[in-house]
């Protein structure tokens, strides 16, 4: 009770403010280097309409200030920057910066004044189009509902979920008309927000650990997503044709902006809070690097990932008698849109393996024996496996989040994960043609596998017990969950012997 804003806005808290929502910001796409764009400031012809390299900023959320924040919070802070706010303040020297809204004022973008974008379009040298989503149920003449559907703007809320990944009315027909009457090498940024809510069920329990010989807390994630919606659709994104920028907790529709040769660039930017602004212009600019990752996957289909419904949620583990594929990075083996930690840097990094052994070295062990290097470990071990990362990229300066993905060969039981994200680690201002050694540990919880020993069936209640089964583990260090697409290394190692541990679960665990 005693701390107020004087305590949470001093320069060292919007410092950190403004530093996470730029090491936030993710790249998934960058055509022929089209961002960053400083270059172009100081390129662009003098002869336009509005003035020596006028830029337009589009769409509802060009300027919104409750949709940079998500619509989560319950107290403001002092200022929020929008993406046409801090671009115009980055541009002020150099550019005159118009904001066109061309009749699609809201999320829900009823109606579109063509020819205002058309002539826009013509008149500008950059185009930044700002769409998505909106969490806030309020409208320009009805308070709407807490819920945010059907009332007000929004297409999403706590009580509906979105019936499509689709940009809500006619805002892609905004962009797409900017796209078509920009310039052939005007840089067109598409930026999309999208707010929306999701639920988590989480079983909590305590288990006993054979290796560790004690008792410790656990948290086992057993469901994720209620809805369709909002298992996969909870997203923020701000694209860009040409640099296409998106703001993301799900997913949206990104395939036009992606495949299309007019965008050159799409960044996405998670909740950037209030520096929001500030980190997307920076991005652009190149006054800052992004190396963020995607937290989920972008499905190229995606009526086919959900599969049937199952109660009040949809389910995660493949079926062969549903037909069910299964979903998230993890069980999904279906052609992707953006796979799941994936994201891009104006540097470029190569990956080398240095070395695999016990997280401690010479380290006694349950046998008796030492090591600090060994093909083979125990299923009480914990590996550290070694890689170097190079920048690799001239005179750029960028951050790498270096991934280690596991897959269990041959576990008894099924399904089992393609893969599983068990540690990662983020390098930064590794500076160009320099090297950084990184070091990420597998424990023996990593590449477990349940197995339910009893328990009502249908019910999360029971016994369960976690085990390390002898096998071979296959190793993915890289930039991503992809390893046909990222950089990155392989590794092998071989498990001998077993270790169970029970999880007891009862009528204190809290299911919903």
């Known amino acids: 009770n005693t701390l107020g804003r004087d305590n949470v806005t ?111 379009a013509a008149r500008c040298a950059v185009h930044v189009v700002v769409l998505g989503l909106t969490s806030d149920a309020r409208s320009k003449d009805e308070p709407g509902d807490a819920c945010g559907c059907p009332d007000g703007d929004a297409v999403e809320g706590e009580c509906c979920d979105r019936r499509d990944v689709q940009l809500p009315g006619k805002q892609l027909e905004l962009l797409q008309t900017v796209a078509a009457f920009a310039g052939a090498t005007d840089p067109v940024v598409l930026v999309t927000i999208n707010a929306g809510t999701g639920r988590t069920i989480y079983v909590l329990c ?118 069910a594929k299964g979903k998230t990075y993890r069980y999904y083996d279906g052609e992707v849109l953006l796979p799941f930690g994936f994201g891009l840097s104006y540097a470029a990094f190569e990956y080398t393996l240095r070395f695999h052994r016990l997280a401690r070295p010479l380290q006694q062990r349950v046998d008796g024996t030492h090591a600090a290097r060994l093909s083979t470990y125990g299923p009480c071990d914990s590996i550290t496996f070694g890689v170097a990362v190079q920048n690799v990229a001239k005179g750029v300066t960028g951050d790498e989040v270096v991934q280690m993905y596991v897959h269990i060969e041959n576990a008894s039981v099924a399904p089992v994960a393609i893969r599983q994200l068990v540690a990662f680690h983020r390098v930064t201002a590794l500076q160009a043609g320099h090297t950084a050694v990184v070091e990420l540990t597998m424990h023996p919880a990593d590449h477990a596998v349940w197995v339910r020993r009893a328990g009502t069936p249908g019910a999360l209640r029971g016994r369960y017990a976690s085990v390390v089964e002898p096998g071979l583990r296959r190793v993915f260090i890289g930039a991503s969950s992809d390893p046909s697409t990222a950089a990155g290394v392989h590794a092998v190692v071989e498990i001998q012997g077993q270790a169970t541990r029970t999880c007891e679960c009862d009528d204190s665990c809290p299911l919903g």
């Open 206 to 323: 305590r288990w006993s650990v054979l290796c560790a010989r004690r008792v410790v807390p656990c948290s086992i994630l057993a469901v994720n997503g209620g809805h369709a919606a909002k298992a996969t659709l909870l997203a923020r994104a701000i694209l860009i044709t040409r640099a296409v920028l998106v703001y993301c907790t799900g997913m949206l529709d990104l395939s036009w902006a992606l495949q299309s040769p007019r965008v050159g660039a799409v960044l996405i930017a998670p909740y950037l809070g209030m520096e929001s602004g500030t980190a997307i212009a920076d991005t652009i600019l190149g006054l800052s690097n992004p190396a963020g990752r995607l937290p989920i996957t972008y499905y190229k289909n995606i009526s086919a990932p959900l599969g049937p419904r199952l109660g009040n949620s949809y389910a995660i583990l493949p079926n062969a008698e549903t037909g």
């Open 10 to 120: 001093t320069p060292e808290m919007l410092h950190l403010a403004a530093t996470a929502a730029r090491r936030a910001v993710i790249l998934v796409k960058n055509a022929d280097a089209t961002l960053p764009l400083a270059a172009t400031v100081d390129t662009l012809p003098p002869d336009h309409a509005w003035g020596a390299a006028a830029w337009c900023v589009y769409g509802p959320n060009a300027n919104d200030t409750i949709n940079q924040m998500g619509g989560y919070v319950n107290q403001h802070p002092p200022y929020i920057t929008t993406p046409y706010a801090a671009l115009r303040d980055r541009l002020r020297a150099a550019a005159a910066v118009r904001l066109v809204s061309a009749g699609c004022t809201t999320t829900a973008c009823p109606q579109l004044r063509r020819t205002e974008v058309e002539a826009a």
